[in-house]
């Protein structure tokens, strides 16, 4: 009985194109009559079932996701499209975000020691990686800005705890043989961008 229900929380994984939370995946188990507590057991034959595989179930943004194994990837990103760079200036302030959140456009721009561009927020906003968290009781209540699950998600991060802690990061994203760090002008680090960014101006 527990096989066969761990092949339908396979399943559901699979066909969710976003991650599956826990609560979810008990929410659907007891559905199906098994029982809460049988989902770490659940989990872990599913990922015992794609040892040696290509893909590989993985904890991201709170969930759960089938995604292609790491060491493939340089083989699969000739082929597969890639999705839009950010530019350096926009991996910068996400960066800032990241670590200060919830936080303003003028703490951004203090931070930073430039003034952020409308067109970086955009960029950010529209790819859903920071959303506004409310506003800051100051005159002119000023939006707050912090990180969102597609942030988490397209980071390959689990929660936010999972960033790396500010005095470990490098101060030289290419001083490690090719670690996926990048610096901000105020020498933070953050994992990079997936799709590698490219030096680009903040002013439009």
Known sequence: ???????LVEGLIFAST???????????????????????????????RYEGHAVELVNVARGWQFRTRAEFAPALTRV???PRRLSRSAMETLA???????????????????????????????????VPKGRKEV???????????????????????????RDELLLDPDG???????????RGTMPQDPARPEPESDHV
């Open 18 to 48: 976003e991650p599956v939370g826990d609560n979810a995946l008990r929410q659907f188990l007891v559905g199906q009559g098994g029982e809460e507590h049988e989902l770490e057991v659940m989990l872990g034959r599913i990922e015992a």
């Open 139 to 165: 005159p002119g209540r000023p939006v707050l800005w912090g990180t969102s699950p597609a942030f988490l998600a397209r980071f390959g991060l689990r929660d936010l705890q999972s960033l790396p802690r």
């Open 176 to 186: 490690a043989g090719g670690d996926r760090r990048i610096t901000t002008q105020q």
């Open 96 to 130: 800032i975000v990241a670590y200060h959140q919830p936080c303003t456009r003028a703490d951004i721009e203090s931070i930073r020691g430039v003034s952020l561009s409308q067109t970086v927020l955009d960029a950010l906003i529209e790819d859903a990686l920071i």
């Open 1 to 7: 009985m527990m096989n066969d229900l761990s092949h």
């Open 80 to 82: 597969i499209e890639k």
